[in-house]
Structure formats: C-alpha cells, structure tokens
C-alpha cells in the first residue's frame, strides 16, 4: 500500500503538508488551515515540489533558507487509490481520490486542482462523506502533537 504523510511546518506561516506517495516519491501540497474532517469545508491545497520517500518521516528544525522552520509529523498512514485511473494520471488530470488509513485521519478525501496563481497550482483538499467525517471533530486544534515523538510543533 503507498504511503501518506501530513506534515505539521511552522515556516514563514504555519501550515500543513500533505504528501502522497505517488511514482517513487512524495506528491506534495501545503494546507494552510490543514486537512478538515467536515465534508463541507473545502481546504486550499497549494502543490509544491515533490519530496524523497526518506523525507516523510522527518522531524525537526530546517535552517535558514526555503522551509526553514520547525517540522512534526501530524499523521501518517496509507492509502488507497479510490479512481480509476492510476494516482500518476490523477495528478496529471488534477484530481485525486483516496481512502486514507492514518493514525489521526481516516475515510475519503479528493484533491481537486483548481487553477493556477503566481505559477503554482491551486487544489481543494476535501473530505468526502463517509462513515469518518466527522463534522464537529477537529483534529488540527484537538490533536497538535506528533503521531511520532508525541511533541509538538512548538516544542521542536
């Protein structure tokens, strides 16, 4: 099964990023808000670059320059494709939907590629209605730390 991981980044601004496990590495995109277990609420997903498998378990501090700032893992799991066509055609398309199997988060969600700004693609992360949404739970501001060292962020 690929393999997910959501990264809490506390860098320029504090945000999330959302990593797939796609072609050999992670397909990445930064949530500002972070990932919502509502199916209602639709979340900003900015695609940025991919990022080594190695990557997906780091923790720590990132030095000056781009990224630099603290990092946890939120969560992570796996997954499983939901489309038909294969997770690689998906990102070329702009449109993924995955079953996620994390330790925090759980059920369907679709990215879904809604443009372009400044260069850089635009997608709505959203949950999909299942026997996990959960529209009153919040595990961005219930759950903070990290499902690896139980820290978090602030206390990297």
């Known amino acids: ?20 496990e796609i072609g050999g590495a992670l397909a990445s995109w930064a949530v500002p808000k972070g990932p919502s277990t509502d199916p209602r609420v639709k ?27 603290a990092v946890i893992v939120w969560d992570r799991g796996t997954y499983r494709n939901l489309a038909e066509d294969p997770p690689e055609q998906g990102l070329e398309d702009g449109r993924l939907r995955f079953w996620l199997d994390g330790q925090k988060l759980r059920g369907g969600y679709a990215l879904t ?28 501001s219930t759950q903070p ?10 206390e990297i």
């Open 43 to 69: 979340r900003l997903a900015v695609r940025v670059e991919d990022h080594a498998l190695a990557y997906g378990s780091f923790e720590g501090r990132l030095g000056p320059g781009y990224g630099a700032g």
């Open 145 to 154: 730390e990290s499902v690896l060292s139980g820290k978090t962020v602030d």
């Open 113 to 140: 590629r809604t443009g372009t700004t400044r260069g850089r693609e635009q997608w709505l992360l959203v949950k999909m209605r299942d026997e996990a949404a959960d529209a009153p739970r919040d595990p961005v």
């Open 1 to 20: 099964m690929p393999k997910f991981v959501i990264q809490q980044h506390d860098a320029t601004t504090l945000h999330y990023d959302f990593r797939l």
